[in-house]
């Protein structure tokens, strides 16, 4: 009988496993010069993640995962749903196109974590359990935030309704389900106190009616908790209570305490979903971060302090007060993307736990390597260590100067600098120095990207200080974008230039 002793060892092994719930993390692309997909795959495999979570349905990145063993959610964007509203036809070919094809050709074909805990206990106990493939398509993303000004209340729940009947003409619906990513600002406690929790009074119908779709077809919540958010949006906000380590400033509901932001937050949804009849639809956190740059809030140590205490949190597998047991729960994000908009804030770029070029910006144990640490991406080329800074000779008064900060900023990434940033500490021309430089490295090196009115040269020697980094861009395939743009970007530079 020792296989039987062996095997009740595994399964012990895979119910820690699943305990934890299996970490994820979100990969978005919108960057100048985005790491080849192989390499992200690659890194996302050796630090363990179970699972990835995409914006939309790239071929590349698709291409990636093929035979990977991670398991996906890919996304449509919200500019598609409109589309795919009105057209069941558009949602045919998204899905054929989208998810069929890439199943037929090994994206994500595996059973999860659970569906072999459930095989093996099946086999040992002669106890019945489904088999759940776990993949996801995200229908949109934090559509109904209260800063979109109901731009798609109308297209949301059509666009679901749609792959979902798509998936069922596919033959897809039991293994492939669909969700919508929410923003937490679709429900709220007037109170503060989690059983207080209800969705949000202009929607609230509209909620419902999706929720009672997502229960009916066996399809999970996804909900995007941000803690930093409220921090940055109230100065009055209790740091502490951001973090995992105990909160003068916790929330007490009856029975119960809450010490942190997460837990509350993710209780006050549970409450809603309860007290509307839905008690026991999955959830998924989909987003949950902290930003390193940007704001005077978004830095290193906090970002490591957010997500270490994150990860230990859910290692524990005990969930929240009112949710026991695991949280599936997806990192925001994988890599900074140095083209997002910052609209939201500066920070919107620096969410990534790894830097443009695939370097983990601080130690973080996700609990699934031995190293106990992130492995930084391998085999990253770059182009040469070189600089573009302001000459030494150019005074700060000079008329062209401003605009040529003004025009550096506004097509390539100045948000590290600024109050309480990592670059917060440089001087004017170390400020100016960094603008150019920028743009000059997001522009493939290119000489005229270094001209700036003749206010500009390179230089071999780095010219980061500290906490500030002038970074050197990577070679990537998006670079290509640039090549060959020499005698484009000296007119456009010229242009912009005469007009101040």
């Avoid at 059983?195 to 009616?209: E, H, K, Q, T, W």
């Avoid at 005990?318 to 994988?334: E, K, V």
Wanted: hydrophobic share 40%; glycine share 8%; net charge neutral.
């Amino acid at each position: 009988m020792g296989w039987i002793s062996l095997a009740f060892g595994v399964l012990s092994w895979i119910c820690l496993l699943v305990s934890v719930g299996g970490i994820g993390a979100n990969w978005g692309t919108q960057a100048s010069h985005p790491l080849p997909p192989t390499t992200v795959v690659q890194m996302l495999k050796e630090n363990g993640f179970q699972k990835v979570k995409l914006f939309d349905a790239e071929e590349g990145t698709m291409s990636a995962l093929r035979k990977s063993g991670l398991e996906v959610m890919v996304g449509i964007p919200n500019d598609m749903l409109a589309m795919l509203a009105t057209s069941m036809k558009a949602a045919n070919n998204w899905v054929s196109k989208n998810v069929s094809a890439y199943i037929n050709d090994g994206v994500n074909i595996r059973f999860s974590l659970s569906s072999l805990h459930c095989f093996l206990t099946r086999a040992m106990t002669s106890k019945f359990c489904s088999l759940i493939m776990n993949r996801y398509v995200a229908v949109g993303n934090e559509p109904f935030l209260q800063t979109y000004n109901g731009s798609f209340l109308q297209t949301t729940f059509p666009a679901l309704q749609n792959i979902q009947g798509a998936l069922i003409k596919a033959g897809l619906s039991n293994q492939v389900k669909v969700t919508t990513p929410q923003n937490a600002d679709v429900y709220a406690s007037p109170s503060g106190r989690p059983s207080d929790g209800d969705f949000r009074s202009d929607i609230r119908d509209l909620m419902l009616a999706i929720v009672k779709f997502l229960n009916d077809n066996a399809a999970p919540f996804t909900v995007n908790i941000y803690p930093f958010i409220s921090l940055y949006s109230d100065p009055n906000f209790p740091v502490d209570y951001a973090f995992f380590e105990g909160s003068s400033s916790a929330v007490v509901d009856g029975s119960v305490t809450y010490s942190n932001m997460f837990d509350a937050n993710l209780d006050t949804l549970v409450w809603a979903m309860k007290k509307n009849g839905f008690p026991n639809l999955p959830i998924i956190v989909g987003e949950i971060g902290w930003p390193t740059d940007g704001d005077m809030n978004a830095n290193v140590q906090y970002a490591q302090k957010f997500n270490q205490g994150f990860m230990n949190h859910i290692s524990t597998g005990q969930g929240t007060p009112m949710r026991a047991g695991p949280i599936d729960a997806y990192l925001f994000s994988l890599i900074d993307e140095d083209e997002k908009s910052i609209q939201p804030g500066n920070f919107e770029r620096h969410w990534g736990i790894y830097t443009y070029d695939g370097w983990p910006k601080y130690q973080l144990n996700l609990g699934t390597t031995k190293t106990a640490a992130l492995l930084r991406a391998n085999n990253i080329q770059y182009l040469d260590k070189k600089w573009c800074v302001l000459k030494p000779s150019v005074n700060l008064d000079n008329s062209k100067v401003a605009p040529s900060i003004s025009y550096a900023c506004a097509n390539a990434d100045c948000t590290s600098l600024g109050y309480k940033t990592s670059c917060g500490d440089l001087d004017a021309r170390g400020n100016i120095s960094y603008a150019f430089n920028s743009f000059y490295q997001k522009n493939d090196q290119d000489d005229v990207a270094c001209g700036f009115e003749n206010l500009a040269t390179t230089t071999n020697k780095d010219p980061s200080t500290g906490t500030c980094r002038f970074g050197v861009m990577i070679i990537a395939d998006s670079g290509i974008r640039y090549q060959g743009a020499g005698l484009i970007l000296s007119v456009l530079l010229s242009l912009f230039l005469t007009l101040f």
